[in-house]
C-alpha cells in the first residue's frame, strides 16, 4: 500500500501553465513534472504538476469561478538579502506589495518573501529581542534581514 501524499492545488483562470514556467524560471531547482492538456485544446494546458523547493502543486486552468487571494499564500525563506531581493523583484513585477514580505504576484498568488533568519530571531527566549525583531517587521514591506537583525541587537 502507498502511503499518501499531499500537495496543494492552486486554482487560475486560465494562466497555470505560464505561472508554472515563470516560478520554475525563479525558484532554484524547481521544476514542472507534467503537464496535462486540455482535451478540448490540446495547445492549452488543464492542469501543470510542479516541485517548487521540493514542495508539489498542482496549477488547475480552471475558468472564473474562483479567484485566488491572501488568506492562503507560499511562502519563501532565503538565506541571504540579495536572494530576497531578487525573488521580491521578479514576483512583484505586476503584482502588489503588502505589509510584513507579503505580496500579490501578477497571477493572482499570494507570496511571503521571508529571510531565513526571521525564525531564530523571533524565536529567542529573550523577548525584548523578539519584541524588537517584530516592531521592526511590522514597519517594513520588503524584508530587510540584515535590518532584522540589527533590530534584535538593540
Not at 34 to 47: L, V
Not at 109 to 122: A, D, N, Y
Not at 123 to 137: G, H, P
Amino acid at each position: 500500500m502507498t502511503a499518501p501524499s499531499v500537495q496543494t492545488c492552486l486554482w487560475f483562470n486560465d494562466k497555470a501553465e505560464e505561472a508554472a514556467r515563470f516560478y520554475c524560471g525563479l525558484i532554484p531547482g524547481a521544476q514542472i513534472l507534467h503537464i496535462f492538456p486540455n482535451r478540448a485544446d490540446p495547445a492549452r494546458a488543464f492542469q501543470v504538476q510542479l516541485s517548487l523547493a521540493g514542495q508539489r502543486f498542482t496549477f488547475l486552468n480552471g475558468g472564473p469561478h474562483y479567484t485566488l487571494g491572501p488568506a492562503a499564500s507560499i511562502e519563501i525563506h532565503l538565506d541571504t538579502q540579495p536572494e530576497l531581493d531578487r525573488i521580491w523583484g521578479a514576483l512583484l513585477d505586476g503584482g502588489s506589495a503588502m505589509r510584513c514580505g507579503w505580496l500579490t504576484d501578477r497571477f493572482g498568488v499570494s507570496w511571503q518573501i521571508l529571510p531565513r533568519s526571521l525564525f531564530t530571531l523571533l524565536q529567542t527566549r529573550d523577548a525584548a529581542q523578539a519584541d524588537r525583531v517584530l516592531k521592526a517587521m511590522m514597519q517594513m514591506v520588503k524584508l530587510d534581514g540584515p535590518a532584522l537583525e540589527a533590530a534584535a541587537r538593540g
